[in-house]
């Protein structure tokens, strides 16, 4: 019988404000846990009508965004642009520079709600061209090993389903559960990966603790899988298990730039601001989203979903 890890630290996300008036839950990227490589930042965020990411640069990273609630349009500087509706997801790599603007929309005016996980890249693949995948929610395996446990395997291996392969550079598993009361899950992880969990509803016990609401928990890296059961009575445990492989590198961060050393955010900002060395494209751009989503620009991406590019050219 293989050992389940420990866990190394958990504590509750608050709420913060980010981008222009969104709200988020971050619990990767905060005082508790500044990075927990490769993972950089995690947002559970709720955008109301008139907030959002507007036009913003990033370098050295990849991101990975879950919708649940709501509709989230993208548009990048090269002119590509799409929407992901609940479910959905996108994967995209930054590499040497990408500049896009990702706006809220709803239809019945109510909050946006998701999931964005910034994933460091490997210092060989930092400069690497940007590109970006849609992930549909139809294209997400749904697996359900008994009458109490759901996973949808965005990315990885659970219950002997499988996810589609090469949705991102850096190596990295996503499961997303909902658990009824009563019920219990086991999910392997990869020895050299570290791995986490955000509860995005219900409670949840793991190894004798009980995990809140809002809570987000990482793992020793002691043990080859993760297990945990729902209290008898209590509300559906609905929670995200992520996990990815620990890269042995320096992380020099300074907002969206992610690279390896000073010298390297220097000259991320000189690329920058003079638009070279990957970001040509930004100069004088700006999104048709930045200032907000209208009902017509909505409808016409609406009209397009499973048309859109999957890389940035």
Not at 68 to 81: N, R
Not at 84 to 101: C, E, I, N, V, Y
Not at 114 to 121: H, N
Request: proline share 5%.
């Amino acid at each position: 019988m293989s050992k389940s890890r420990t866990i190394f630290k958990s504590f509750y996300a608050a709420e913060q404000g980010e981008g222009a008036g969104a709200i988020v839950r971050r619990s990767i990227g905060v005082r508790q846990m500044r990075n927990f490589t490769p993972f950089l930042m995690l947002d559970h965020f709720n955008v109301s009508k008139g907030a959002g990411f507007p036009d913003h640069p990033h370098r050295g990273q990849e991101t990975i965004t879950l919708l649940m609630k709501g509709f989230m349009l993208h548009e990048d500087f090269t002119g590509a642009s799409g929407i992901l509706r609940p479910g959905d997801l996108q994967f995209m790599t930054a590499g040497k520079g990408a500049m896009h603007s990702e706006m809220p929309y709803s239809p019945d005016g109510q909050a946006v709600e998701g999931l964005q996980l910034w994933v460091d890249l490997p210092k060989d693949l930092k400069y690497s061209e940007p590109r970006y995948r849609d992930l549909r929610s139809e294209e997400i395996p749904v697996i359900k090993p008994n009458e109490k446990v759901t996973v949808k395997v965005i990315s990885g291996r659970s219950y002997g389903a499988e996810s589609m392969k090469n949705l991102a550079y850096t190596p990295v598993v996503y499961y997303d559960f909902t658990i009824k009361a009563g019920g219990a899950f086991e999910q392997d992880v990869p020895e050299d990966f570290n791995a986490f969990i955000y509860l995005l509803d219900g409670s949840l016990e793991l190894n004798g603790e009980s995990l809140q609401k809002f809570s987000a928990t990482f793992f020793n890296r002691d043990g080859k899988n993760i297990k945990g059961t729902v209290p008898d009575g209590s509300h559906d445990a609905h929670f995200v298990l992520i996990a990815g492989k620990v890269l042995d590198q320096p992380v020099v961060q300074y907002g969206p730039f992610v690279v390896c050393s000073k010298d390297e955010v220097y000259q991320t900002f000189e690329d920058y601001q003079e638009a070279k060395n990957g970001f040509e494209r930004s100069k004088n751009w700006h999104s048709k989203i930045g200032n907000g989503v209208t009902k017509e620009i909505f409808n016409d991406l609406i009209s397009k979903v499973g048309g859109t590019s999957e890389k940035m050219h």
